[in-house]
C-alpha cells in the first residue's frame, strides 16, 4: 500500500487519453467514472468489516460468559470463561494484525479487485463459521471464525490504496473522510444490529446466530458487487515485499525511531486503554447489571452515537483554538479520570450518564492524535507513517482482551481500570515529552 499516491500521480502524465471512435476521453473523466464505479463498493466493503467487529461486541461476552448458552459445561466456572472470552475477542486483532499488512502489500502486487474478493470471501466463511459455531456450540468453530475474519477481513488497507487511485488531489481529503464516517456508523450499527437480531423478543426465532447469518448475506452482496461492479484501479503493479512479519517490522521501526516513539507509543497505550473498555466493559454490565445482548447493543450504539457527536460538533471547533499536540496531552489526561466512574453507578442510568465524556475525550483525542502522527513526516512519509499506524493500532487492539482476561477472573472491574491506567500512562508520557522537546 505505501506508496499508492505516488504511482499513481507519477502515471498521471503518462497516460494523456484514451480514444474511443470518434472521441478521446481524457484521464480525468476515467478517473472520475472510476471513482464513482469505485466508492460505493469500497465504502460497503468498510462497512461491512466495521460491522463484524461490532456485532461481536454484544454477543460474545452473554454467548460465553452465560451458562444457559451452552457454549461449556455448566459447571465451568466464571474464571475460565473469561479467560477464553479473552482469547477469543483478541484473536481477531491478532490475526490483523499479521494480515492487514499482508493484503496491502498483495494488493499492491496484484491488484486491489483480487484481494477485495479474497478478503470478502474470507470474510463470508469467518461469519458462517461462527454462526455454525453458536448453532452447534462449538467454541473452537467460533475461534476460526474470527481468526479467519480478521486475517482476511483486514482490509482496510486495500480501501484506502483504493481511494488514493481513484481519488484527484481536491477530493482526496473528502474521500478519505468518507472511510472515518464509515467507521463512525459501523460502530453504531454494528452493536446495535448485533443486540436486536439477538434478541427473540424483537422477532420470535431471533437468536445469537442470527446477527451472523445477517452479516454473511451482506457479505455476499458486497462480493456481487466488488465482482460484478468494481474496476481494477491499479494502475502500475508494484512488486511490494510480502512478509508476514511486517507488523513486527513496523511495531520495532516505531518504537526505536527516536522521532517516532512518543507519538505512537503514546498512541499504543491510548487505544490500549480504551479498547479494555470496548472489549471488556460487557463483562461488567452482565455480572454487575444482568444486561442482556440487547441492553449492551443500547449501551455501545449509544457510545458511538456520542462518538460521533463529538468528532462532527466538538473537534473543530476547540482546533481553532488550541494545537492538536495541546488537546492530545489533555484529552487522554482527562479521559484517564473518567474511566474509573463507570464503577461507581447502582444502576444502568448512572452508566448512561459517563458514557458521553468518554466519548467526548477519546473523540477528541482520536483525530488530534492522527494529526500529530501525521506531520513526524513529509508528503512522501504519509505511506510509510500510515502502515506504521495501522500496525501499532491493531497491536493495542489485540493486547487488552488477552490480559482482561485474566484480570476479570480476579476482579471483574479491574479491565475499567486498565483502561484508566494505561490512558493515563499514554497522556503522562505524551505530556512530558512536550515539556523536553
Given at each position: 500500500?505505501?506508496?499508492?499516491?505516488?504511482?499513481?500521480?507519477?502515471?498521471m502524465?503518462?497516460?494523456r487519453?484514451?480514444?474511443?471512435p470518434?472521441?478521446?476521453?481524457?484521464l480525468?473523466?476515467?478517473?472520475?467514472?472510476?471513482?464513482?464505479?469505485?466508492?460505493f463498493?469500497?465504502?460497503?466493503?468498510?462497512f461491512?468489516?466495521?460491522?463484524?467487529m461490532?456485532?461481536?461486541?454484544?454477543?460474545?461476552?452473554?454467548l460465553?460468559?452465560?451458562?444457559?448458552?451452552?457454549m461449556?459445561?455448566?459447571?465451568?466456572?466464571?474464571p475460565l470463561r473469561?479467560?477464553?472470552?479473552?482469547?477469543?475477542?483478541?484473536?481477531?486483532?491478532?490475526?490483523?494484525?499479521?494480515?492487514?499488512?499482508?493484503l496491502?502489500?498483495?494488493?499492491d502486487?496484484?491488484?486491489?479487485?483480487k484481494?477485495?474478493?479474497?478478503s470478502?470471501?474470507?470474510t463470508?466463511?469467518?461469519?458462517l463459521?461462527?454462526?455454525?459455531?453458536?448453532?452447534?456450540?462449538?467454541?473452537w468453530?467460533c475461534?476460526a471464525?474470527?481468526i479467519?475474519?480478521?486475517?482476511?477481513?483486514?482490509?482496510?488497507?486495500?480501501?484506502?490504496s483504493?481511494?488514493?487511485?481513484?481519488s484527484?488531489?481536491?477530493d482526496?481529503a473528502?474521500?478519505?473522510?468518507l472511510?472515518?464516517?464509515?467507521f463512525g456508523l459501523?460502530?453504531?450499527?454494528?452493536?446495535?444490529?448485533?443486540?436486536k437480531?439477538a434478541?427473540?423478543?424483537?422477532?420470535?426465532?431471533?437468536s445469537?446466530?442470527?446477527?451472523?447469518?445477517?452479516?454473511?448475506?451482506?457479505?455476499?452482496v458486497?462480493l456481487?458487487l466488488?465482482?460484478?461492479?468494481?474496476?481494477?484501479t491499479?494502475i502500475?503493479?508494484h512488486?511490494?515485499?510480502?512478509?508476514?512479519?511486517?507488523?513486527?517490522h513496523?511495531?520495532r521501526?516505531?518504537?526505536?525511531?527516536?522521532?517516532?516513539?512518543?507519538?505512537?507509543?503514546?498512541?499504543?497505550l491510548v487505544?490500549?486503554?480504551?479498547?479494555?473498555?470496548t472489549?471488556?466493559?460487557?463483562v461488567l454490565?452482565?455480572?454487575?447489571?444482568?444486561?442482556?445482548?440487547?441492553?449492551?447493543?443500547d449501551?455501545?450504539a449509544?457510545?458511538?452515537?456520542?462518538?460521533?457527536?463529538?468528532?462532527?460538533?466538538?473537534?473543530?471547533?476547540?482546533?481553532?483554538?488550541?494545537?492538536?499536540r495541546?488537546?492530545?496531552s489533555w484529552?487522554?489526561l482527562?479521559?484517564?479520570?473518567?474511566?474509573?466512574l463507570?464503577?461507581?453507578?447502582?444502576s444502568?442510568?448512572g452508566?448512561?450518564?459517563?458514557?458521553?465524556?468518554?466519548?467526548?475525550?477519546?473523540?477528541?483525542?482520536t483525530?488530534n492524535?492522527?494529526?500529530?502522527?501525521s506531520?513526524?513526516?513529509?508528503?512522501?512519509?504519509?505511506?510509510?507513517l500510515l502502515?506504521i499506524?495501522q500496525?501499532?493500532q491493531a497491536?493495542?487492539?489485540?493486547i487488552?482482551?488477552?490480559?482482561a482476561?485474566?484480570?476479570?477472573?480476579?476482579?471483574?472491574?479491574?479491565?475499567?481500570w486498565?483502561?484508566?491506567?494505561?490512558?493515563?500512562?499514554?497522556?503522562?508520557?505524551?505530556?512530558?515529552?512536550?515539556?523536553t522537546?
Amino acid at each position: 500500500m505505501t506508496g499508492c499516491t505516488d504511482r499513481l500521480l507519477f502515471a498521471m502524465p503518462i497516460i494523456r487519453g484514451i480514444k474511443s471512435p470518434g472521441r478521446t476521453i481524457s484521464l480525468p473523466v476515467i478517473m472520475a467514472r472510476n471513482n464513482r464505479q469505485s466508492l460505493f463498493p469500497v465504502i460497503l466493503t468498510v462497512f461491512v468489516d466495521q460491522l463484524g467487529m461490532g456485532i461481536v461486541i454484544p454477543i460474545a461476552a452473554p454467548l460465553l460468559m452465560n451458562p444457559v448458552y451452552g457454549m461449556f459445561p455448566a459447571a465451568t466456572g466464571l474464571p475460565l470463561r473469561s479467560i477464553l472470552l479473552g482469547c477469543l475477542m483478541g484473536s481477531f486483532s491478532l490475526a490483523q494484525f499479521f494480515g492487514a499488512p499482508l493484503l496491502g502489500a498483495l494488493s499492491d502486487r496484484h491488484g486491489r479487485k483480487k484481494m477485495f474478493l479474497l478478503s470478502i470471501t474470507g470474510t463470508l466463511i469467518g461469519y458462517l463459521l461462527f454462526a455454525l459455531g453458536i448453532s452447534g456450540k462449538n467454541i473452537w468453530l467460533c475461534f476460526a471464525s474470527r481468526i479467519l475474519d480478521g486475517f482476511s477481513g483486514g482490509n482496510i488497507s486495500i480501501a484506502m490504496s483504493v481511494i488514493a487511485d481513484v481519488s484527484q488531489p481536491k477530493d482526496r481529503a473528502k474521500n478519505f473522510g468518507l472511510i472515518g464516517m464509515t467507521f463512525g456508523l459501523g460502530f453504531i450499527l454494528g452493536p446495535l444490529a448485533g443486540g436486536k437480531l439477538a434478541d427473540p423478543g424483537v422477532v420470535s426465532w431471533f437468536s445469537l446466530s442470527t446477527p451472523y447469518w445477517f452479516a454473511a448475506c451482506l457479505s455476499l452482496v458486497n462480493l456481487a458487487l466488488i465482482a460484478g461492479v468494481f474496476p481494477e484501479t491499479l494502475i502500475h503493479r508494484h512488486l511490494a515485499k510480502v512478509n508476514l512479519l511486517t507488523g513486527l517490522h513496523h511495531l520495532r521501526e516505531a518504537f526505536q525511531d527516536r522521532k517516532l516513539r512518543r507519538v505512537f507509543l503514546t498512541m499504543f497505550l491510548v487505544v490500549t486503554g480504551f479498547n479494555f473498555f470496548t472489549q471488556f466493559f460487557q463483562v461488567l454490565l452482565i455480572r454487575r447489571f444482568r444486561f442482556t445482548p440487547s441492553g449492551i447493543a443500547d449501551i455501545f450504539a449509544f457510545t458511538g452515537l456520542c462518538l460521533a457527536l463529538t468528532q462532527g460538533l466538538a473537534t473543530r471547533p476547540l482546533a481553532k483554538y488550541y494545537s492538536p499536540r495541546t488537546l492530545v496531552s489533555w484529552s487522554a489526561l482527562a479521559g484517564a479520570v473518567v474511566f474509573p466512574l463507570l464503577l461507581i453507578p447502582v444502576s444502568p442510568l448512572g452508566i448512561y450518564l459517563v458514557l458521553p465524556f468518554i466519548a467526548l475525550f477519546n473523540g477528541i483525542n482520536t483525530p488530534n492524535l492522527a494529526a500529530v502522527i501525521s506531520l513526524q513526516g513529509g508528503p512522501t512519509a504519509q505511506g510509510r507513517l500510515l502502515g506504521i499506524r495501522q500496525s501499532v493500532q491493531a497491536a493495542a487492539m489485540a493486547i487488552p482482551p488477552l490480559i482482561a482476561g485474566f484480570i476479570a477472573a480476579i476482579r471483574v472491574s479491574l479491565p475499567i481500570w486498565a483502561a484508566a491506567v494505561f490512558t493515563l500512562a499514554g497522556g503522562l508520557w505524551f505530556t512530558l515529552g512536550e515539556q523536553t522537546r
